[in-house]
Each structure stands twice: as structure tokens, then as C-alpha cells.
């Protein structure tokens, strides 16, 4: 899959190369109403990643059923919607107004969004109001629900375990780290937002150890991100214990990164003579 934000809504890529080939396209974080993201600057390269304050800027739901949906209708590629709200109410209403559409196959529930101000990331470091969303959204729609969960949280695999309980279908992780870059010839801090999220090959050590300990924890399917670029990256996450993965920030620096990760598994499963996935799934756990 690709992962949310990284990949527009999948229309802005079908040019590149052919995108219906993918396993799933995961759209830019959706909200109720429009929104125009946050102050200039909002990307920051470092080291080993990246760090971004986008701020979910997005069409707003409505014009995400008007415009897009219409033309994911046509797609063979399932196409999952991701959403962000600041109370449990907005998720609710965002899955409800989903439910149904022609073109969305699932919703995926971020609750970690490191870059707005009232409430995503709240909902995400607590398991009671994670798992208080995940049940509100599942009362509202009758699609597939996958949580995306954030890093930034004492302990992952508490939350990972309220949001099962809740009713989760799946569980996406992980969403950014949170950071900050500063500009020392302005003495200040170089994104608009002060701080940004981390994403990129700095954060896939933490996140292949998340998906390892969540996996050992829940018994509904894994969804590995964070860091993945490679088909070898893909299999780490895989044999920790994920059941899919998703492509992100490595579709920056080469748009078919989703594709050839794809291809690149395929051609491992060959040279070892896999005929299933599954084979591989949690296999590092020994
Ligand atoms: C520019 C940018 C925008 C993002 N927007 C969203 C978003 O709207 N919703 C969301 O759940 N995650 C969002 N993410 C997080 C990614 O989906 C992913 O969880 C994270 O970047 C880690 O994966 P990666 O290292 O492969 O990029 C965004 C990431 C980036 C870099």
C-alpha cells in the first residue's frame, strides 16, 4: 500500500507508472471541512528522513465523495481513506458520510497526527480515547477499519490492544515521530509549525520494533510503516509480523518505490520458492 499523505489521491501518480497494480492506495488524511495546513515552511530534510508540518491540508470530505471517489469507482486498486478529526464526533461523522460511497474500500482512522493542534496526536497516546474513537467510527460505518497508530506514546502496545478491543478490523503503525529542526542563522526553528513529524529510513528501526511488539500483542492483522524503501525493508516488517505494509516517504525520491517494493517481494517469494505470503508473516518470531 502506499501510505497516507505521501501519495496525493493516488491521481497525482497514474501517470508515473501504472498504480492500479498496487496492492491498495491509502489517500491524504481526510477532515470534515477543508483545510489549509500549516504555516510555511512545512518540510525539512535531515539527516536520515524527513521532518514535515503539513497540517492536513486536504479538499474536505465533501469534495473527497464529489471528485475523487467518483474516479476511484473506476479503479481496479482499492483506495482506503484516511481520516483525522479534533473530537470523537468528527471521526464518527467523517465514516458515516463514508459509508457506502462507490471507489472507498476502508478507512483508515489516523489518531497520531503529530501536526495539528486540537486533537489527533490526544487520541492516539491514550488507549481509553483511541479505543473511544475506534467504537465510535465502527458504529458509524459498515467498511473496514484500520487505526494507525502513533509512536508518540509510552507504550505502543497498550493502545494497539484498546483500539482490538474496540473493534478494529486492522492496525496501521506507524505514523511520524515527532522532531525539530533549527535554523541557526535565523535562531529560530526552521518549520512554520515549530515542530514536525519524522519520517523516512530514521524511523525503521523504531517502527519495525513496534510492529514486532504489537504483533506478539493483538490478534488482528498488522500493517507495517515507517522507513520502507526497499523490498528487503518490506520483508523485515513482514516477517516481523505484518501482514501488508506501506510505501512512504521513499515515493519522494522515486515514485514507484510502492511498485517495486511489490515486485521485489515477488521475486523473493520466486527465489525462495514461497507460493504464499503467509509462509513469511511473523516468521523472525521464531
Ligand atoms: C508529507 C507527509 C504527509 C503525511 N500525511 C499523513 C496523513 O495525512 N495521515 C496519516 O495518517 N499519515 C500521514 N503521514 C505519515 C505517513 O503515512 C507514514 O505513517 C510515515 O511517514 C512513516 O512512513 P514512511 O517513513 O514510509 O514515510 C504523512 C507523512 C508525510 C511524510
Redesign the pocket.
Known sequence: MT????FGYGTEYSHLFDIQKLGAI?C??TTLKPREGNPQPR?AETAC??L?S?G?Q?IGVESLIKQKALIWASWRVPVIV?I?GETVDDYAQLAGKLDGVAGISAI?V?I??PNIKAGGAEFGADPKSAATVTAAVKTATSLPVLV?LTPNTSDITKVALAVAEAGADAI?L???MKGMVIDITRRRPLLGNITG?L???A??PV?LYMVYEVAGAVGIPIIG?????TASDALEFIMAGASAI?????S?TNPRSPLDVLQGIEQFMQQEGITDITELIGVARG
Open positions: 501510505a497516507s499523505g505521501t491509502v491524504k488524511g518540510l528522513g524527513v514535515n503539513i492536513l486536504n484516511n483525522a483508515e489516523n497520531g497526527c494507525k496501521s506507524i505514523n511520524t513529524g519520517s523516512g529510513p524511523i525503521k517502527a510503516c515507517g522507513g520502507i524503501a506501506q510505501v512512504g516517504t521513499a519522494f
